[in-house]
């Protein structure tokens, strides 16, 4: 318990995470590694989720994730974020788009797989300022940091439910196939805004990891069986469906 929270106050200190985001994310690992004397495998702790409960979890995420990206196209153009970098912005863009592809795909799978893709909504105006504390799309250093952390999560999120559509067998396949396709991608968008972070406005953080305590959610926990150590910066974390709630559910209210 001691190192958890031990990491997750220096992912705070070294990242600069906002007092919400932060207190969010140490209350988070605190409670888990409770929950974890004697430690189990966090996959273990979790509900098994059917392959279409992934798809519905994934895409709210991504639904959320685009339409982040849609405000900041609107700040970009007559608001907070117009002094971005033009680089920046193609990014911006082309990162959105991906997210608009997935929501698109993801829907087609709930439908394949009898679900309702019009029934996972998020709030209208999500809480956006949780992450921060403030408004991300008032300043383009905000924003960027802001979209570190959702696209951190995002990739976290995907590995995390790996052990569930592999438990599904041939019924988790098809969907197995398509998470890592966007896993990939949602990797490649941490490391673009890590790097656009890093080049325009002088942030101590590199596209690559450093450290371990710059993983989000690094699976270091005591007693663990597994063969992989997590404490090393070659390897990143995965996030389960719980513990990424726990850091979205803020955002995922009215604002």
Avoid: C
Avoid at 25 to 49: D, F, R, Y
Avoid at 60 to 76: G, P, Q
Avoid at 207 to 236: H, M, Q, T, Y
């Amino acid at each position: 318990m001691k190192t958890l929270f031990s990491l997750a106050g220096q992912l705070v200190a070294s990242l600069g995470l906002a007092a919400t985001w932060g207190r969010m994310l140490i209350l988070s690992l605190l409670v888990l590694s409770l929950l974890t004397i004697p430690a189990t495998p966090a996959s273990a702790q979790e509900a098994t989720l059917t392959p279409k409960e992934v798809v519905e979890y994934a895409l709210t995420l991504e639904k959320l994730e685009a339409d982040m990206y849609s405000r900041a196209f609107i700040a970009i153009k007559s608001g907070g974020l117009m002094s971005l970098p033009e680089p920046a912005k193609k990014a911006i863009k082309s990162y959105g788009q991906d997210e608009g592809m997935h929501v698109t795909d993801l829907s087609a799978v709930l439908k394949s797989l009898g679900g309702d893709p019009d029934a996972i909504a998020i709030p209208k105006n999500p809480n956006y300022d949780a992450i921060l504390n403030r408004d991300p799309f008032n300043n383009p250093e905000d924003f960027l940091l802001a979209l570190q952390y959702v696209e951190d999560t995002g990739v976290a999120a995907y590995k995390g439910q790996v052990q569930n559509l592999l438990a599904a067998g041939d019924a988790g396949k098809v969907v197995l196939a398509g998470a890592l396709e966007i896993h990939t991608i949602e990797a490649r968008h941490a490391a673009g805004v890590r790097y656009l972070r890093q080049t325009y406005y002088g942030a101590d953080v590199r596209p690559w990891v450093r450290d371990a305590s710059e993983v989000l959610f690094n699976k270091n926990r005591e007693g663990s069986n597994s063969p992989i150590p997590f404490s090393n910066e070659a390897f990143d974390g995965f996030a389960t469906r719980d513990e990424v709630i726990a850091l979205v559910g803020p955002i995922l209210t009215e604002k």
